[in-house]
C-alpha cells in the first residue's frame, strides 16, 4: 500500500494548502473551506507522522505589528514526496491550491 | 456564543489535552481566535472546533487492573472470596446482621403447643381489642407474656398488669421471627408460632431467593445468544457448577448486604436475587464461552480475522488462542457465515513447543547470539 492510500482527502487538501503557502491554521481553514475541528487534528496528525513540522514565529515580530504570535506550519520533504504521491491519487489538488510562494 | 465566552471556552478544552502540551495547544488557539476575530469569521464555530482538537490530546487513561481469572483456580478463588467478603459485610452491618440472625435462627413451629384461653384486656389504639391469649399447654410458673410490639411500649422482662394478674413481658413479636394471629394479641409462654400461623406468615428470604434462582436459570439460557447446542458443547460441567454454586452465596449475602441502606430485605432478596442471578449466571456461560475446553484457563490474544465482503467462502469474526496452545477458539461475527457460533480448532501436540514458556525463556539468548 503506497504512503498517499494512507492519507485521506482532507489531509492531501490540507497538505497542499500548507505547500501552497497557507502556513498557518486559520489560513488553512480560509483556504480549503474546513472546519477547526477538522483542520487542527490534521495538523497533529501530519506533525506526528512528520509530513509537516511547526514552529513559533518571533515574539518580537509580533509583538512590532501589535499583533499575537502565530505557529507556522511548513511541508517536510517527506511530506513532499507524500504529496506529490497524493496528488497522482487526486489529480485535481494541485489545481486547488496553486502555490503562491514556496520559499 | 457570546465573545467573552469563547476564551474561557478555550481554556475548559485546555483542560482535556495532556499537561505537557496543554500551554502550546492554549496558546495557538488563543491566537487563531484573534486572527479570526479581526477577520470577521465565526468565532463560536472555531472555538467549537478546540473540543475536537483536543480530545485525541488527551492523556491516556490509566489502565484498570483487571481480576486474576486466567487458571480455573484463580476463578474459583476469587469468587469465594467475593462470597466470604459479602458474608463478613453480612455480619458486620447491623441492620444486615439482624435479618440474617432472624432468617437463621427462624423458630420451629408447634402447632400443639399453644390453646387460646380468654380475653385479658384492651390494647392501645392500633391493635383494636385484646380479645384472646395464646396460652402454651406446656405453661411452667414463670413464663410471660409475648405480645406484638402494637400493643405494649417498653422493654421486654417488664412486669405489667393485665387483669389484675401480674406477669412478665418477655418478648416482643417481630414481623418474622414471632407472629400472633389477628385474633391473638398475646401469648404467654416461650416465642413460637401458634397453630394457624404457619399459614399466615409470609415466606421466607430463602424460601423466595430459592424460586428465584431457579427462574434466572431458565431465562438465561433463552435470553442470552447461547444456544443450547453450545451448552451442550461445553465441557468440564464441574467448573461451571462450582462457579454457579460460589455465586449463590454471594448474591444472596450480596442483597443482605443492601437491606444496610434500610430497604425492606424481602423485596430486597426478591429484586436483586432475580436481576443479580440473570446476569451472574449469564456471566458463568459467557466465561466459559471464553475459556479452553481442555484446560479451561481463560482464551488470549484476541484478533479480529476476515473481512465482512468476504462471506462466501471465508469467514470474519474473533479469533482466540489457549495459552497452553490447545487450540483457536473462532467467533463468528454474522449468522449468515457457513458456521455459526462457536468453533474449536484443536492444535495438536507438534504446536505445543511454541507456546511453552520455557522455550520461549531459553529462545531469545539464542536469538541474541545469531545477532551480528
Redesign the interface.
Known sequence: MSIAANLSHSAAMILQAIDAGHI???SI??ATGL???????AL?RLERDEWIRSN?EREAVAVAEQ?????YYKITRAGRTTLEAAQKRYPLLAKLFPVESRT | MIGFLHLPALRIASLLVARERRRDWLAEWSSELWYVRREGGHATSFCAGAFRDAWPLRPPFPAIPRPPMESPAQCLGLLAALGALTILVAFALPSARRELIAQLTHPKTEPTRYRIERVWAKAPEKSGELRYIVRPRTTRDGDGLIVPPGSYFGPPGSIVSLSGVRTRVIALTTQRGCRLPDAVSAAIGDCGYPPDIGRQQKPGLLLSFVPNLFLACMIVPVASALTLRDMVRMRRWGFIAAKAALLVPVLFFGSMDLAFFGLPALVLVNLSSMWGAIFAFRWVLLDQRRRCPVCLRRLENEVRVGEPSHTFLEWHGTEVMCPNGHGLMHEAESSELWFTGQRWVALDPSWRVLFDKRNQSLRAPNEAENVP
Do not use: A
Open positions: 498557518y491554521g486559520f481553514m480560509e472546519p477547526s475541528g477538522t483542520v487542527y487534528p497533529r513559533w499583533r499575537p504570535p502565530r505557529k
